[in-house]
Antibody
């Protein structure tokens, strides 16, 4: 079955850009049935949706993060990526990638998720 | 923006039934999904579209949704059900994915 794995630096300095990659295995990222998503979770807190991308490159972002977020896709590598600019300590979180798909009544289900990667913003 | 409200914690004895609520304005008109997150692990979808279960999820997990409250029900609770549970919807008015704040289920 499909598996997702996040990778990238675990420590980013304030004001710099956070960059993460999610590698999809067991299935093609170019499948038209799915979108590919980023979700984060600050330590000890709840989940926050960041955005998602279709294999064609169409993107949808959380309005509260939109000015700082870029999600891109590389179908040749079966990967998609997240860039978050001008980070502060408030961006410290576990970042998850996840597959978004549709049921019979909703197109906003997230499953499966990657294991997550902790990114700390600190000088 | 749309807000989902969950109780911070719910406690239940083994073998009993746990009910975790998710409140939102007219949430009954939306499709509600529930995720289970065990410590140090990624969330797992346990109920979708209010009351459907993904393959591999025990029948003990069920859901309902009406009016301003959606409910995740876990029957015959086991120690392994101890986790954080999050509800989630899509708010069409803002095209925004919303998660509830999460509920910590403690098995006594």
């Amino acid at each position: 079955q499909v598996q997702l794995q996040e990778s990238g630096p675990g420590l980013v300095k304030p004001s710099q850009t956070l960059s993460l990659t999610c590698t999809v295995s067991g299935g093609s990222i170019s499948s038209g049935d799915y979108y590919w998503s980023w979700i984060r979770q600050p330590p000890g807190k709840g989940l926050e949706w960041i955005g998602y991308i279709y294999y064609s490159g169409s993107t949808y972002y959380n309005p509260s993060l939109k000015s700082r977020v870029t999600i891109s896709v590389d179908t040749s590598k079966n990967q998609f990526s997240l860039k978050l600019s001008s980070v502060t300590a408030a961006d410290t979180a576990v970042y998850y990638c996840a597959r978004k798909y549709c049921s019979s009544t909703s197109c906003y289900l997230f499953d499966p998720w990657g294991q997550g990667t902790l990114v700390t913003v600190s000088s | 923006s749309y807000v989902l409200t969950q109780p911070p914690s719910v406690s239940v004895a083994p073998g009993q039934t746990a009910r975790i609520t998710c409140g939102g304005n007219n949430i009954g008109s939306k499709s509600v999904h529930w995720y289970q997150q065990k410590p140090g692990q990624a969330p797992v979808l346990v109920v979708y579209d209010d009351s459907d279960r993904p393959s591999g999820i025990p029948e003990r997990f069920s859901g309902s949704n009406s009016g301003n409250t959606a409910t995740l029900t876990i029957s015959r609770v086991e120690a392994g059900d101890e986790a954080d549970y999050y509800c989630q919807v899509w708010d069409s008015s803002s095209d925004y994915v919303v998660f509830g704040g999460g509920t910590k289920l403690t098995v006594l």
